[in-house]
T-cell receptor, first 114, second 113 residues
Framework: DVKVTQSSRYLVKRTGEKVFLECVQDMDHENMFWYRQDPGLGLRLIYFSYDVKMKEKGDIPEGYSVSREKKERFSLILESASTNQTSMYLC?????????????FGAGTRLSVL | SQQGEEDPQALSIQEGENATMNCSYKTSINNLQWYRQNSGRGLVHLILIRSNEREKHSGRLRVTLDTSKKSSSLLITASRAADTASYFCATDPISGSARQLTFGSGTQLTVLP
C-alpha cells in the first residue's frame, strides 16, 4: 500500500513564524501536491512538483513556497505565518499516468496560527 | 479552480437507506474519481470511472457517468454509520497532464444509527 506521511497532525504557531510542513511518500511517485482545505471551499491546490527540484504554482501559491530536494519528500514552507493561513493542509502523491492517476493522501496537518 | 461540484452539500439518512450524491463538471474528462474523507483525516480513493464507461460497481458503491450531461453519481447502498464522511468527486480533464485532478467541494454524508 502507498503510504503518504505528514510529519505533524496538529501544529500551533505564532504570527510571523516560519513554518515547515513535511510530507514523505514511499511509492517512488514522481508527482506530489500540497492542498489546503477550508470549510465550504473544498481542496485548493497550493503547489505541486512533478520531479525533484521542479515545482509549479497551483491556484493559491501566495504566502507559500515549496522544496523538493529528494523524490520522496515534499515540503511546504510558510515564510511568515499569518492568521489567514490557519487551515487543514493535505499532501498527496500520484504516479500521474492514466488511467491510474489516483492521488494518495496523507492524514493531514491542522495548522493554527495565533 | 474547482470543476466538480457535488450535490447536495449535505445529506442525512438513516442506517440501511441508500445514499446518492451527484457531481457535475464543466469540461471533457478522461476519468472521474470519487474519494472519501473521514472527519479530520486525509482523502481516500474509492473508485475511478473512465470516460468510456457508464457504470461501475465496487462492493456497496455504484458509480454512474453521463458524459453528455457532464455528471456522475455515487450510490452507497445499505448505508452504515461508518459511512459517515465527506465524499468528493475529482475530474481528470482531457486538457490536463494526468498529474492533476480537480476536486469538488464535497458532500457531507451523515448516517444515523
Amino acid at each position: 500500500d502507498v503510504k503518504v506521511t505528514q510529519s505533524s497532525r496538529y501544529l500551533v504557531k505564532r504570527t510571523g513564524e516560519k513554518v515547515f510542513l513535511e510530507c514523505v511518500q514511499d511509492m517512488d511517485h514522481e508527482n506530489m501536491f500540497w492542498y489546503r482545505q477550508d470549510p465550504g471551499l473544498g481542496l485548493r491546490l497550493i503547489y505541486f512538483s512533478y520531479d525533484v527540484k521542479m515545482k509549479e504554482k497551483g491556484d493559491i501559491p501566495e504566502g507559500y513556497s515549496v522544496s523538493r530536494e529528494k523524490k520522496e519528500r515534499f515540503s511546504l514552507i510558510l515564510e511568515s505565518a499569518s492568521t489567514n493561513q490557519t487551515s487543514m493542509y493535505l499532501c498527496a502523491s500520484t504516479e500521474g499516468r492514466r488511467p491510474k492517476n489516483i492521488q494518495y493522501f496523507g492524514a493531514g496537518t491542522r495548522l493554527s496560527v495565533l | 479552480s474547482q470543476q466538480g461540484e457535488e450535490d447536495p452539500q449535505a445529506l442525512s439518512i438513516q442506517e440501511g437507506e441508500n445514499a446518492t450524491m451527484n457531481c457535475s463538471y464543466k469540461t471533457s474528462i478522461n476519468n472521474l474519481q470519487w474519494y472519501r474523507q473521514n472527519s479530520g483525516r486525509g482523502l481516500v480513493h474509492l473508485i475511478l470511472i473512465r470516460s468510456n464507461e457508464r457504470e461501475k460497481h465496487s462492493g456497496r458503491l455504484r458509480v454512474t457517468l453521463d458524459t453528455s450531461k457532464k455528471s456522475s453519481s455515487l450510490l452507497i447502498t445499505a448505508s452504515r454509520a461508518a459511512d459517515t464522511a465527506s465524499y468528493f468527486c475529482a475530474t481528470d480533464p482531457i486538457s490536463g497532464s494526468a498529474r492533476q485532478l480537480t476536486f469538488g467541494s464535497g458532500t457531507q454524508l451523515t448516517v444515523l444509527p
